[in-house]
Nanobody
Framework: QVQLVESGGGVVQPGGSLRLSCAAS????????MRWYRQAPGRERELVAG????????NYADSVKGRFTISRDNNKNTVYLQMNSLKPEDTAVYYC?????????????WGQGTQVTVSS
């Protein structure tokens, strides 16, 4: 059974930091690119950061560049999102996503999300 379980969300003041984790099970984690998305109330889900299967390449939304860092530990089947200098506009539900393209077939899995609230 495929599972992606996010943790680490919470309430933080502007300028603060949080570290999100996403623990994966039920599939070959090291074969999947991993991404973090977020969705704020009334807005579409947006891609925040991504990392390739071996961790050699990352990409970020312009809005979080220089503040967020995505990383992964393939020995622990876990992907992380370190979020620094948080702003109120970072408030959203953050979702973990696993993606693999193989032989023309797309495999995609989602976690249940974790709430991040940035407020004074």
């Amino acid at each position: 059974q495929v599972q992606l379980v996010e943790s680490g969300g919470g309430v933080v003041q502007p300028g603060g930091s949080l570290r999100l984790s996403c623990a994966a099970s039920g599939f070959t984690f090291s074969s999947y690119a991993m991404r973090w998305y977020r969705q704020a109330p009334g807005r579409e889900r947006e891609l925040v950061a991504g990392i390739t299967s071996a961790g050699g390449s990352t990409n970020y939304a312009d809005s979080v560049k220089g503040r967020f860092t995505i990383s992964r530990d393939n020995n622990k089947n876990t992907v992380y999102l370190q979020m620094n200098s948080l702003k109120p506009e970072d408030t959203a539900v953050y979702y973990c996503n696993a993606l693999r393209l193989r032989l023309g077939v797309t495999y995609k899995y989602w976690g249940q999300g974790t709430q991040v609230t940035v407020s004074s």
